[in-house]
């Protein structure tokens, strides 16, 4: 979670924490209390409070995570795939 984006510090008092979902947030906010008693005595500031914002996602290719998503890929990639497959009259698990 904190190494896709890095907190900054807003002003002397506000930890920004760039968040992608809703998860991700529930899990700082376990954690919140070891990080911050961390971070109050290595920034010597015991004043130090905890904003979340959450980024926008850069829109790029989906990842294909089943069988017929990972094959519809490989199909536009190659299109003499698909032709083998309807010859062998295969289908797709």
Sequence with gaps: MLTAH?????GDKVVVFPLKNETQEVELLKEK?????????ELRNAKLSLET??????SGPQKAYTAADKYK???EKNPSLDKLRNMLNL???
């Design 91 to 93: 289908d797709i698990e």
């Design 6 to 10: 890095s907190p900054r510090l807003k």
């Design 73 to 75: 890929v490989l199909a």
């Design 33 to 41: 209390k070891g990080l911050f008693d961390f971070l109050k005595k």
């Design 53 to 58: 914002e959450y980024i926008r996602e850069e």
